[in-house]
């Protein structure tokens, strides 16, 4: 009787386009998108319409930015956290001789605590004089995970780690693609994102991470999480890159897939010496627009995730319809700077049509600058990418940040920094 009573359930809930896998009450029927209204994006609190660009960055700019700060990421700390840089091993001959390999061992230390992570850096041998432009950004699965090469050290978290199959080399090399990025004459810099905040399912990893190190002064609802916390450390190892005499310091690039997607536009967009920033995936909390409730939704990764955005971001479960922002509004904070959204077709949970739109619906910050952002509502073709100021494309397949998604990161910034081969 349980089992037909199951059965009836599911079929019932099937018929009504809801997703039965653990994740209920997913909404992925474009037809049932609620009516939503974005709240405006020139439009002060005051009613004061934004017409320049100095209007946005003196009155607009700082608003949105607030409630970012204070409902949905949280405030990140003043204060200051000593780092020390190592380098711990080098090989100047690295991948057939075309780069410079470095690991450079970053300790954290403030009030007494102590904190190591592991940077993986790659630059190429030949550059300009004005060094090469860099991306940089998190790795899932260690440093080890992004190449089979043995010299490639352990990220420290995984000292901590007991199950074997979880230190197996190169488990996902396709997603730093080093020798391509060398070859088209950008450096890479990657940490694993534990090193700086353990992560797990439904919470927990707040007592080894760096939040520890830097005492905070907001309220209780406003205090930054994990997501603040990868944050910071992406604009720690900009401070180290920036000194690097082989880095065009001007020409820092900060990526993300995933979770890692919402901390390069959380990074990118409080630290301005990003001047590139590019979201792959990145989904609910991302660059997807919440109003559209289509795939994951504040109830669900606030609930799954509850350690990564600030505790008042939790007053929106269930109530969209109120979100006073929407994430088009973080993705125009990245203007002046250039910005570039990715999706994957059946990548449904992060929403691709809502990461379209919101870059689409941050466009009009760009034309106040004399720039172009996304000029059309429509998305572009399966594989066919934008590139004007913003750019977007989407690929087929699954949630995943692939070759084919870096050849698009790569054009693009050729294409920013008016390098030869920018399409
Ligand atoms: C989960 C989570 C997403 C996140 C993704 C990832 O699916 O719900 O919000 O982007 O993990 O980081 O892989």
Redesign the pocket.
Request: proline residues 5%.
């Given at each position: 009787m349980k089992k037909i009573c199951t059965a009836v359930v599911i079929l019932l809930a099937l018929l009504c386009g809801v997703e039965v896998s653990g994740k209920s009450n997913v909404n992925y029927d474009e037809t049932k998108v609620p009516d939503y209204v974005l709240p405006e994006l020139l439009t002060c609190k005051d009613g004061t319409k934004v017409t320049t660009v100095q209007e946005w960055e003196q009155h607009r700019r700082p608003e949105i930015m607030e409630f970012f700060s204070k409902s949905v990421y949280g405030e990140t700390p003043n204060g200051e956290i000593k780092v020390k840089y190592k380098v711990v091993a080098k090989n100047k001959k690295a991948l057939g001789g075309k780069a410079t390999m470095q690991q450079v061992m970053f300790t954290f230390t403030a009030g007494g605590k102590k904190q190591k992570a592991l940077a993986l850096v790659y630059f190429p041998n030949s550059r300009p004089k004005s060094g090469a432009p860099v991306f940089i950004g998190y790795n899932f699965k260690g440093n080890h995970s992004t190449s089979e090469d043995p010299k490639i050290l352990y990220s420290p978290y995984f000292k901590t780690v007991t199950d074997e199959s979880l230190l197996s080399r190169g488990v996902q090399s396709g997603r730093w693609p080093m020798e391509k990025i060398i070859e088209r004459g950008y450096a890479a810099v990657t940490m694993c994102y534990h090193d700086i905040y353990p992560d797990k399912k439904r919470g927990g990893g707040a007592e080894r991470s760096l939040i520890r190190l830097l005492p905070t002064t907001a309220d209780e609802g406003s205090r930054w999480q994990a997501i603040g916390v990868w944050a910071y450390g992406m604009s720690r190892i900009a401070d180290w890159v920036e000194k690097q005499p082989w880095a065009n310091k001007e020409q820092m690039c900060v990526v993300g897939h995933?979770?890692?997607?919402?901390v390069a536009l959380w990074a990118g967009v409080q630290d301005e010496r990003f001047k590139v920033v590019i979201s792959n995936?990145?989904?609910?909390?991302?660059a997807a627009l919440s109003k559209r409730e289509f795939g994951?939704t504040i109830r669900?990764?606030t609930k799954?995730?509850p350690h990564w955005f600030c505790k008042n971001f939790k007053q929106y479960r269930d109530r969209e319809s109120e979100l006073p922002f929407d994430q088009h509004q973080l993705l125009a904070l990245v203007a002046p700077r250039h910005l570039y959204v990715a999706s994957a077709t059946l990548d449904k949970?992060?929403d691709p049509k809502g990461e379209y739109l919101s870059a689409f619906y941050a466009s009009p910050v760009y034309k106040l600058y004399g720039m172009v952002g996304l000029e059309s509502e429509q998305m572009p073709k399966t594989g066919k990418a934008v590139m004007n100021d913003v750019g977007y494309h989407i690929r087929k397949g699954k949630?995943n940040i692939t070759p084919f998604d870096w050849n698009h990161y790569l054009n693009f910034c050729d294409k920013v920094f008016g390098r030869k081969g920018g399409k």
């Amino acid at each position: 009787m349980k089992k037909i009573c199951t059965a009836v359930v599911i079929l019932l809930a099937l018929l009504c386009g809801v997703e039965v896998s653990g994740k209920s009450n997913v909404n992925y029927d474009e037809t049932k998108v609620p009516d939503y209204v974005l709240p405006e994006l020139l439009t002060c609190k005051d009613g004061t319409k934004v017409t320049t660009v100095q209007e946005w960055e003196q009155h607009r700019r700082p608003e949105i930015m607030e409630f970012f700060s204070k409902s949905v990421y949280g405030e990140t700390p003043n204060g200051e956290i000593k780092v020390k840089y190592k380098v711990v091993a080098k090989n100047k001959k690295a991948l057939g001789g075309k780069a410079t390999m470095q690991q450079v061992m970053f300790t954290f230390t403030a009030g007494g605590k102590k904190q190591k992570a592991l940077a993986l850096v790659y630059f190429p041998n030949s550059r300009p004089k004005s060094g090469a432009p860099v991306f940089i950004g998190y790795n899932f699965k260690g440093n080890h995970s992004t190449s089979e090469d043995p010299k490639i050290l352990y990220s420290p978290y995984f000292k901590t780690v007991t199950d074997e199959s979880l230190l197996s080399r190169g488990v996902q090399s396709g997603r730093w693609p080093m020798e391509k990025i060398i070859e088209r004459g950008y450096a890479a810099v990657t940490m694993c994102y534990h090193d700086i905040y353990p992560d797990k399912k439904r919470g927990g990893g707040a007592e080894r991470s760096l939040i520890r190190l830097l005492p905070t002064t907001a309220d209780e609802g406003s205090r930054w999480q994990a997501i603040g916390v990868w944050a910071y450390g992406m604009s720690r190892i900009a401070d180290w890159v920036e000194k690097q005499p082989w880095a065009n310091k001007e020409q820092m690039c900060v990526v993300g897939h995933s979770r890692q997607g919402k901390v390069a536009l959380w990074a990118g967009v409080q630290d301005e010496r990003f001047k590139v920033v590019i979201s792959n995936d990145s989904g609910c909390g991302g660059a997807a627009l919440s109003k559209r409730e289509f795939g994951e939704t504040i109830r669900s990764v606030t609930k799954t995730f509850p350690h990564w955005f600030c505790k008042n971001f939790k007053q929106y479960r269930d109530r969209e319809s109120e979100l006073p922002f929407d994430q088009h509004q973080l993705l125009a904070l990245v203007a002046p700077r250039h910005l570039y959204v990715a999706s994957a077709t059946l990548d449904k949970w992060a929403d691709p049509k809502g990461e379209y739109l919101s870059a689409f619906y941050a466009s009009p910050v760009y034309k106040l600058y004399g720039m172009v952002g996304l000029e059309s509502e429509q998305m572009p073709k399966t594989g066919k990418a934008v590139m004007n100021d913003v750019g977007y494309h989407i690929r087929k397949g699954k949630h995943n940040i692939t070759p084919f998604d870096w050849n698009h990161y790569l054009n693009f910034c050729d294409k920013v920094f008016g390098r030869k081969g920018g399409k």
